[in-house]
């Protein structure tokens, strides 16, 4: 049951081939029994799964359910969940239980009748590229254990990965969802910033957070992404906008559709071996119909450094309220206000959280904040225009969404600056607020090959459409890892 998609499981329980209960018990027994591997989970909720499959049974049963009622579906540990442990990755968290349901929560589980298996394992705090941070240990990523499945979202795509959960939500900063994505041979989407509500998704950077989802395939990326939108008044940032059905526009023809090829996506920096499978996703396109121009970026190069000023001045700022006063850590033995400030951060926090608290709170301090985040913000408009500029010319811009394949656990911790740039080609879609996704394009040395595909705003549903119709005439995105069939 692994091993089908989101369409054919929901056919599978409206026939009832399979009952709801059984397709969680399928996915909770590989969990237990493959997970020790992966590291994939934080959090996992059998009591509460089988709970919510029962439900899914009944409304099946009444003739109530929806497209998405009864199946597992794994929640990075970023969305609040009631009841449940919501972590973050972080020992600051380590003990905190959400008194409430983030919106993503509510509309996957409460509304579209979707099973929650757990929480998925992450960087702390969604800071990180390879999934390192974590306060629970680093994930492995299936196709390969000895190297990373991408950050911040790496538990979520190990676990989608590795057949341990047919799709799970994700949280997209600068390529969260996009990087593990490409790394893992999965198809992740980062809709526009304001499509998804961020009410109840722990903060890193308000400005560049979106939620979004991990899954094998487009058209399975489409029913789940189709649950989560929607305006919320509970959210300041979310856009009111009028429904539309991701999955009704899956047939399009990809003739004559535009697509601008960055050449500062293609320069010096990108592999060899990622460049031959993104070439060959181009003329696999181009044979479909599909008109190819030249673009320039010229800004996108300078979303790394514009990056690591504006996000950890917002990180710092968000938190702040971690100040093991009202909840989360809380150091022992204190001797007063201060020391309990100083310690319960210094022990909750970890080195990159620290780190980026450090640089955030530097860059808005006086005598500082023009000459840097003032600048970067600058910036990021130069970066924003030169998207407005290129969608004049396409419908849609595609690159690599990585330089190179997954690379080995620890061969970067030590290099903040070289696990920064893992995110070169993906920031700028966050730093725009445009939608943007990874899907598979092929294998380098056996490892999975990710390209990218970039829209205008509220432009999901084109995505989808071309990545869907590049599946329907590739078969590279439903290869499983070696021990996961």
């Not at 909770?28 to 089988?50: C, G, H, M, W």
């Not at 974590?134 to 979202?153: E, F, I, L, Q």
Request: charged share 20%; with cysteine.
């Amino acid at each position: 049951m692994h091993a089908l998609s989101l369409k054919q499981l929901a056919e599978g329980l409206r026939r009832r081939q399979f009952s709801s209960r059984e397709l969680t018990r399928h996915f909770l027994d590989r969990v237990q029994r493959l997970d020790k591997t992966y590291n994939s989970f934080i959090t996992v909720t059998p009591e509460l799964a089988l709970a919510q499959a029962d439900a899914a049974d009944a409304a099946i049963a009444a003739g109530t359910a929806g497209a998405l009622t009864g199946i597992p579906l794994a929640q990075k540990d970023i969305f609040c969940t009631r009841g449940v442990r919501t972590s973050c990755a972080s020992r600051m968290l380590d003990n905190f239980t959400a008194p409430y349901d983030a919106t993503v929560v509510r509309k996957l589980h409460a509304e579209a009748g979707m099973v929650m298996l757990g929480k998925c394992n992450m960087d702390e705090f969604a800071m990180g590229s390879s999934n390192e941070t974590s306060w629970y240990g680093p994930v492995r990523n299936p196709w390969d254990t000895r190297r990373v499945p991408g950050g911040s979202s790496g538990g979520s795509a190990a676990a989608v990965a590795a057949g341990l959960a047919p799709a799970a939500t994700a949280t997209d900063t600068g390529g969260s969802i996009r990087q593990p994505a490409a790394l893992t041979n999965l198809t992740g989407i980062k809709p526009t910033y304001g499509r998804v509500s961020r009410y109840g998704m722990i903060a890193f950077a308000s400005s560049l957070d979106q939620g979004g989802v991990l899954a094998r395939s487009a058209e399975d990326a489409a029913m789940v992404l189709q649950a989560m939108i929607g305006f919320d008044p509970l959210d300041s940032t979310s856009v009111q906008r009028d429904s539309e059905s991701f999955t009704g526009t899956l047939g399009r023809s990809v003739a004559g559709l535009r697509i601008g090829l960055p050449r500062e996506y293609f320069a010096e920096g990108l592999s060899p071996g990622v460049r031959r499978c993104v070439d060959a996703a181009v003329r696999q396109l181009q044979e479909m119909g599909a008109v190819t121009l030249d673009i320039s970026l010229p800004n996108a190069m300078l979303s790394v450094p514009t990056y690591y000023v504006v996000a950890p001045a917002e990180a710092s700022s968000n938190l702040a309220r971690y100040d093991g006063v009202r909840f989360g850590h809380r150091a022992e033995a204190v001797r007063n206000l201060e020391d309990l400030y100083r310690r319960s951060r210094g022990e909750g926090f970890g080195p990159e959280v620290q780190r980026r608290i450090m640089v955030g709170t530097y860059v808005l301090s006086h005598g500082y904040y023009d000459a840097y985040y003032l600048q970067a913000q600058k910036v990021r408009k130069l970066i924003y225009e030169d998207f407005r500029a290129a969608f004049g010319q396409c419908d849609l811009i595609l690159g690599p969404t990585t330089t190179d394949v997954a690379f080995e656990l620890d061969s970067k911790t030590d290099d903040p600056v070289a696990m920064y740039l893992n995110d070169i080609y993906t920031i700028a879609a966050n730093l725009a607020g445009i939608p943007a996704m990874s899907l598979p394009c092929g294998f380098d040395d056996g490892l999975p090959v990710g390209m990218q595909l970039m829209g205008d705003f509220f432009q999901e549903g084109r995505l989808l459409n071309v990545a869907h119709q590049y599946q329907q005439a590739t078969s590279g995105h439903l290869r499983l890892p070696k021990g996961c069939e």
